[in-house]
């Protein structure tokens, strides 16, 4: 799939200096952009298959633009934002990046495109959640069922919120993936919000009361389960004894397999095969 909307809008983009547009294409094809006055571009890191390795997804990250494609990540402008409509700003500008990037090379794949959605964004956006981000794949006639938009892990008190946000993305067409900071949060989740994705830590897998229970009914239900942060070979031995203990799939992603790039790394991760 060749996305001819998306090529067309690729070819009007300008290549030189970005001052006539937020957006423009570098020498090599990259859509870069600018916030204030840092330029960034997107890295993306595959989410696999615990058996076998293939990239099932790419998380998009907003980088700033590096020669050695080692750009910083940018994602904590948003906590320095200096007001609400910024921070809206900055968002919509990364995820136009992430979703120009990601399918402009996607060709033929059926992988799925993960895009963060900050916390301060879930009380700044007044309604509608997903509704202009829509509009903007649409426009390029880009898949929305191919894009998953990330929760950050809720408190308590912003239960309401991620249940309001959580219907907006699903009435404007999304999947959408909780991340939680334990098995017993996943499990108050499942029903309440019925995510299509959740997100662990692999790193805090020890002494998890819950976790087998959260894996099969998430597969029962049809939910993914992904393990992120994956960094040691002790954090693949145990999401293997886990997956098997529990007779289902993981996913996982992590510097151990993968460090985000611009391009799309879709061969198998050798640690993970």
């Known amino acids: 799939m060749s996305f001819p909307i998306l090529q067309k809008y690729l070819a009007r983009l300008s290549d030189a200096t970005g001052a ?24 993306f890191q595959p989410i696999r298959q615990l058996d076998g390795g293939a990239a099932q997804a790419y998380e998009g990250l907003a980088r700033s633009v590096s020669a050695q494609d080692q750009g910083l990540s940018l994602w904590k402008l948003l906590d320095h934002a200096a007001s609400d409509d910024e921070s809206i700003e900055l968002d919509r500008l990364c995820r136009m990046l992430h979703a120009i990037n990601f399918f402009r090379q996607a060709g033929e794949s059926s992988a799925d495109l993960y895009l963060n959605v900050h ?9 509608n959640h997903g509704h202009a981000f829509r509009r903007i794949l649409d426009a390029l006639e880009l898949p929305l069922g191919r894009v998953v938009l990330q929760l950050p892990a809720a408190t308590p ?8 946000v959580s219907d907006n993305y699903r009435r404007n067409g999304f999947r959408f993936a909780v991340n ?16 299509d994705v959740f997100k662990l830590e ?3 897998l020890q002494g998890q009361k819950g976790l087998l229970e959260l894996l099969q009914r998430s597969a029962a239900s049809n939910v993914a389960v992904v393990f992120k942060r994956v960094e040691t070979e002790q ?20 510097y151990l397999l993968d460090e985000p790039r611009s391009v799309l790394l879709g061969e198998p991760a050798r640690r993970a095969a």
């Not at 954090?235 to 992590?254: C, D, N």
Request: glycine fraction near 8%.
């Open 20 to 43: 006539a547009s937020s957006i423009w294409l570098d020498h090599e094809g990259k859509a870069q952009g600018r916030f204030f006055n840092c330029t960034m571009s997107s890295a």
């Open 119 to 127: 916390d301060r964004l879930l009380s700044a956006v007044s309604s």
């Open 157 to 164: 008190q912003q239960c309401w919120l991620l249940n309001y």
């Open 180 to 195: 939680v900071n334990s098995a017993r949060d996943g499990l108050g989740v499942l029903d309440r919000l019925r995510p």
């Open 202 to 204: 692999a790193r805090e």
């Open 235 to 254: 954090h693949l031995t145990a999401l293997r004894e886990l997956g098997a203990a529990a007779g289902v799939s993981l996913l996982v992603q992590g």
